[in-house]
């Protein structure tokens, strides 16, 4: 026994050595297991505590719109036709006509204005066609691209403008008469219309008229 003790006593230093090292191994352990288990969340769905990620910005988005390639979409506003006034508004249900003395649909707008007066265009286009009808004498039509068109009906002078002619807002093509012979009751005036894929609708949707 007394061997033993004289053993330890000499040799103490290495024991406790040990013992630190025993120690701090422990520590190391238990710091790992537990601490990984901290960063779990918790079965009640709290994960309070838990180191999160640091977040950083999302990348930009670009824009579509943005880019010189990116069509700008406009507003299509007509000016009037003519310097007069509404003779006659637009009516997909029939009402009277005073010249056929009959009830008929009126698919466009009546301008009226003096006999020689300025016809201009509505709106850029191009000229599709000039026409010649004994009924409603001279008709342009004009493409305004998109499946839209105008039609001026009851022109005075079917060779002032011709076919594929590149025409801006306001300009003349042609001038007011009393050609058109299925409204002649109603005096000199333009019978417009507007043309949208191939069916002809109100031309209000294009252009704002002035209170009577």
Same mark, same amino acid.
């Given at each position: 026994?007394?061997?033993?003790?004289?053993?330890?006593?000499?040799?103490?230093?290495?024991?406790?050595?040990?013992?630190?090292?025993? +120690?701090?191994?422990?520590?190391? *352990?238990?710091?790992?297991?537990?601490?990984?288990?901290?960063?779990?969340?918790?079965?009640?769905?709290? @994960?309070?505590?838990? $180191?999160?990620?640091?977040?950083?910005? /999302?990348?930009?988005?670009?824009?579509?719109?943005?880019?010189?390639? $990116?069509?700008?979409?406009?507003?299509?506003?007509? +000016?009037?036709?003519?310097?007069?006034?509404?003779? #006659? /508004?637009?009516?997909? *249900?029939?009402?009277?006509?005073?010249?056929?003395?009959?009830?008929?649909?009126?698919?466009?707008?009546?301008?009226?204005?003096?006999?020689?007066?300025?016809?201009?265009?509505?709106?850029?286009?191009?000229?599709?066609?000039? /026409?010649?009808?004994?009924?409603?004498?001279?008709? +342009?039509? @004009?493409?305004?691209?998109?499946?839209?068109?105008?039609?001026?009906?009851?022109?005075?002078?079917?060779?002032?403008?011709?076919?594929?002619?590149?025409?801006? *807002?306001?300009?003349?093509?042609?001038?007011?008469?009393?050609?058109?012979? $299925?409204?002649? #009751?109603?005096?000199?005036?333009?019978?417009?219309?507007?043309?949208?894929?191939?069916?002809? +609708?109100?031309?209000?949707?294009?252009? *704002?008229?002035?209170? #009577?």
């Amino acid at each position: 026994m007394t061997k033993i003790i004289n053993f330890i006593k000499k040799n103490s230093f290495y024991f406790i050595l040990g013992l630190c090292a025993l +120690i701090i191994g422990l520590s190391i *352990t238990l710091v790992a297991i537990y601490g990984f288990e901290t960063e779990k969340p918790l079965p009640n769905g709290d @994960i309070s505590g838990v $180191q999160k990620p640091i977040e950083t910005p /999302d990348d930009p988005v670009d824009n579509p719109t943005d880019g010189p390639n $990116q069509s700008v979409s406009t507003k299509i506003e007509f +000016i009037y036709p003519v310097n007069g006034y509404v003779l #006659k /508004d637009y009516s997909d *249900t029939v009402v009277f006509n005073s010249t056929l003395n009959r009830y008929s649909k009126h698919l466009g707008i009546d301008f009226y204005a003096e006999e020689g007066a300025t016809v201009s265009a509505v709106y850029d286009g191009v000229v599709e066609s000039v /026409d010649y009808n004994l009924l409603t004498g001279v008709t +342009i039509t @004009i493409d305004h691209k998109n499946g839209l068109k105008t039609v001026y009906n009851g022109l005075l002078n079917e060779d002032l403008i011709a076919v594929g002619t590149i025409v801006e *807002t306001g300009d003349t093509i042609g001038y007011v008469s009393n050609t058109n012979l $299925q409204e002649a #009751k109603d005096g000199s005036h333009i019978h417009f219309e507007v043309i949208e894929n191939g069916n002809l +609708i109100n031309p209000e949707k294009y252009m *704002t008229l002035e209170e #009577k």
